[in-house]
């Protein structure tokens, strides 16, 4: 399969999506170094793993544009894309829970793990048997749904549990007195669902190159959202500081 300029364009900013993810996460992974805050640990492998989706296309593209190749095969592809992926979702129920959901946490926490443990065994058996039922390569940079739905249930899964939570986080951090509170929440407010509907329409509309930048342009402002919801950093601080 050689590379078309849509999947370039594909690929550059599937690419440009991992990498902001990666070096915000780690900023606020490392935050834990300086507080010993354990939640910064939770949300910042939250925030890295968070755009897995796109590992395994962004590393299929490179490979496809050093060697003029195929790029990983569809195996790899899924791996890479949905390995990562639940860890991302446990670690925001781990930081949820811990804030608001102290006296449910371990039900909580044991359903989303049993939810995960399911979809371990049975993404890996789909896999490893028949990975045509689960995805369909159309290029080194993208796939489709097989037959077996059983991805794309997931998927929904996920987001669901990160926009109801997320959303509602998110107002009751808006609900303190305090203006930095406020800007978090207001922040995550944007972040959640933007991410939500980016990444969905994203993994289910068919390519093009307005929707290409339009979805990636959405899912890159949800992670800057995410980032300044979860550490708030000091320029941000410093404008409420002068505005106030």
């Known amino acids: 399969m050689s590379l078309t300029p849509l999947d370039i364009l594909n690929g550059i900013l599937g690419l440009l999506v991992v990498i902001v993810s990666f070096i915000l996460g780690l900023i606020v992974l490392l935050k834990y170094f300086k507080n ?8 910042g492998i939250n925030l890295i793993f968070l755009t897995s989706g796109w590992y395994g296309t962004s590393t299929s593209f490179v490979i496809a544009l050093i060697n003029s190749s195929d790029g990983l095969s569809l195996e790899m592809i899924l791996l ?23 006296e449910k946490q371990k ?6 793990t049993i939810i995960t443990i399911f979809f371990y065994s049975v993404f890996l058996y789909v896999v490893f ?11 080194p940079v993208d796939t489709t749904a097989g037959e077996n739905r059983f991805l794309s249930i997931y998927i929904i899964i ?5 926009l109801i939570t997320g959303i509602h986080f998110s107002l009751q951090t808006m609900k303190y007195e305090d203006i930095e509170m406020k800007v978090k929440g207001k922040f995550l407010l944007f972040a959640f669902p933007s991410f939500s509907i980016g990444g969905f329409l994203d993994s289910t509309l068919p390519s093009n190159e307005i929707t290409l930048i339009l979805f990636r342009i959405l899912l890159i402002s949800s992670i800057i959202g995410f980032y300044i919801g979860y550490l708030l950093p000091n320029w941000i601080k410093k404008r409420i500081i002068k505005a106030g």
């Open 80 to 102: 890479l894309n949905f390995i990562p992926l639940p860890i991302g979702l446990i670690c925001w129920c781990g930081f949820y829970s811990n804030i608001l959901l102290k």
């Open 36 to 43: 010993k805050n354990k939640n910064f640990i939770l949300l």
């Open 129 to 139: 048997t028949d990975v045509s039922q689960a995805a369909i390569k159309i290029s």
């Open 158 to 162: 996920f987001i669901i549990v990160l």
């Open 107 to 112: 039900l909580f926490l044991l359903t989303m």
